[in-house]
């Protein structure tokens, strides 16, 4: 992939581009080697200038939170582009109507309006990830779904042209969207409903203890690995993995959390190949002694 000419373009873009950055940083797991080329956008303009200049030569991978994502130990030969805070504005439409810029983290988002007296949101404050993640991925916790309250996407595609999508133009399904990879998110609309501040944080509040009472925090991990299997059992992921696999097994430093079978953790210096081995391990015994067979809800980026 040549680049000579987007070195020469550095100051003419705005944005902030770096070469050969590492993006072991970026990411929850802590886990990966470099990427050929990491832009941030400060604006639409200094990103579709980019999309332009960069046309397609390599891969383009679009990082939120880096909340569940694990890249690869190799170089990444793309680009990995991570919004700026231009992207992360929040503001009404209307008294009951939240436009979010995609770089916003969701819990921000349920916390503006739970401030503006907007319910529907709370779910939000559970998931770590930004809103352009929680499109892609059709996020949601306590059977609430991004698609329950979204209205429409605001997008740019990779070669620079920008449009929008209503919601009922859009196939959602469990933990994941029906659009091309080839579309960057740049804002969502929201619609909730009135409902006073002090009942919606409570309920926040409530959602908040359920969660840190399940699942681990403050560690090297990436949210749920695998995706409920809606279709094959009731039983949930974390009681296929408990019943399948022995509780102690590890690949060099990625494990199994001990407080919710689904999270796996890099305990100090996991590499992506241990954390391969880990998944693929645990979908084997599952399905060896369950029948079931697991799709991942992280992203692998390779």
């Not at 050929?36 to 383009?60: Q, T």
């Not at 605001?154 to 449009?163: A, S, T």
């Not at 590890?250 to 992506?272: L, M, P, Q, T």
């Amino acid at each position: 992939m040549e680049i000579a000419d987007i070195k020469k373009s550095v100051l003419l873009i705005d944005g902030d581009i770096f070469f050969d950055q590492s993006i072991k940083n970026l990411n929850w797991f802590n886990i990966g080697g470099k990427t050929r080329i990491f832009f941030k956008p400060k604006s639409l303009k200094g990103l579709i200038e980019y999309l332009k200049l960069y046309a397609l030569r390599g891969k383009i991978f679009i990082l939120g939170n880096g909340s569940n994502v694990l890249f690869d130990d190799d170089t990444y030969q793309g680009t990995v582009i991570k919004l700026g805070k231009s992207f992360s504005n929040i503001t009404l439409l209307d008294n009951n109507t939240i436009i979010a810029g995609t770089a916003a983290s969701q819990k921000k988002v349920s916390e503006f309006a739970m401030n503006n007296n907007i319910s529907g949101l709370e779910f939000m404050s559970c998931i770590p990830g930004s809103i352009g993640g929680g499109i892609r991925m059709n996020s949601g916790c306590f059977k609430k779904e991004f698609k329950d309250i979204l209205i429409s996407i605001q997008l740019v595609d990779f070669k620079g042209v920008v449009r929008s999508i209503p919601t009922n133009k859009i196939n959602f399904n469990y933990r994941s969207i029906q659009l091309p990879k080839d579309l960057i998110f740049l804002s969502a609309t929201f619609k909730g409903n009135k409902k006073n501040s002090e009942e919606i944080n409570n309920y926040m509040n409530e959602l908040n203890k359920v969660k840190n009472m399940a699942q681990p925090t403050k560690i090297k991990t990436s949210g749920s690995t695998f995706k409920n299997p809606i279709n094959q059992t009731d039983k949930k992921v974390w009681e296929l993995i408990r019943a399948s696999v022995p509780k102690e097994t590890s690949y060099g430093d990625a494990i199994i959390s001990e407080k919710h079978a689904n999270f796996f953790v890099n305990k100090k210096n996991a590499k992506a190949v241990d954390m391969k081995s880990l998944i693929n391990f645990v979908k084997k015994k599952v399905k060896a002694q369950t029948g079931v067979k697991l799709e991942l809800e992280i992203v692998v980026v390779e």
